[in-house]
């Protein structure tokens, strides 16, 4: 496995991520730390280049709609919102925003055309080729992108992304002003038994390998959030077989 990427492709992610996480030294410290977590997980502040962060946030803030989607565990496919309050609550999943498209005249505003190019370098050959090396998984296939909006009222609960084929699990952070008084934070099950709080810092990346069969859920807001959204996109990624998405 090279520790350096391919110029073109290191010209390409340029315009996205902070170069400092492209340089050969850092391929190898992100890898041998992704690599020495039992759980098989990392954090990687500082990742997007920041002048793309405003727009992608106002494709959720202003520019786009975002859809309130419902699950209950034991499916795969979304609910209705009545099968999903007619379950108790023990059974209840997934209660998020999520962006499903452009306001009919803001189809071509700066805001979406930037989540559209973002999207399609991570379903490009560089993105793929940077995620393997920083983690040795042999990532080929992108399948499910989404960008998410979470309020007080929405929910992630406990869960596994284990699925044949699926070999990484991204989350980038979009938003600002998050406080630890907001909640909000990533929750991963260690072997131990024990819980690691992540905080949602903005422009935070999360990387997982949900083979690892790590169980993980977004810990509440609380009130004192007020209207404060936490904004974030989600990324599945698969192996090089074509398996999965």
């Known amino acids: 496995m090279s520790d350096s990427l391919p110029p073109d492709s290191h010209t390409a992610l340029a315009r996205w991520v902070q170069p400092r996480h492209l340089q050969a030294d850092a ?3 992100l890898r041998r730390r992704f690599q020495a977590s039992p759980e098989r997980y990392m954090v990687i502040d500082d990742f997007l280049a920041p002048e793309h962060l405003p727009k992608i946030r106002q494709v959720l803030l202003e520019d786009g709609i975002v859809k309130t989607f ?4 034991g499916t795969r496919e979304w609910v209705t919102k009545e099968q999903f309050e007619g379950v108790g609550d023990d059974c209840r999943f ?3 925003g999520i962006y499903v498209g452009p306001h009919p005249d803001k189809r071509m505003s700066p805001a979406v055309l930037t989540d559209m190019m973002f999207r399609k370098e991570l379903k490009g050959p560089a ?3 940077w995620l393997t090396a920083i983690t040795g ?3 080929g296939h992108t399948g499910t992108i989404n960008l998410k909006s979470l309020g007080r009222e929405h929910f992630l609960r406990w869960h596994s992304d284990q699925v044949p084929g699926r070999v990484l699990c991204a989350v980038l952070y979009l938003h600002t002003d998050w406080r630890a008084e907001f909640g909000g934070r990533l929750l991963m099950q260690r072997q131990d038994g024990g819980i690691d709080c992540i905080e949602p810092a903005t422009n935070r990346l999360i990387l997982f390998d949900p083979q690892s069969n790590i169980n ?7 009130e004192a959030a007020g209207d404060w959204a936490r904004l974030n996109y989600s990324a599945w990624f698969y192996q090089r077989n074509g398996q999965g998405e």
Request: charged share 15%; net charge negative; aromatic share 14%.
């Open 137 to 139: 998984q042999p990532v």
């Open 94 to 96: 997934i209660h998020e």
């Open 127 to 129: 993105f793929h080729q």
């Open 27 to 29: 391929i190898v410290a």
């Open 216 to 222: 993980h859920a977004v810990e509440p807001m609380t």
């Open 70 to 73: 419902f699950r209950v565990y």
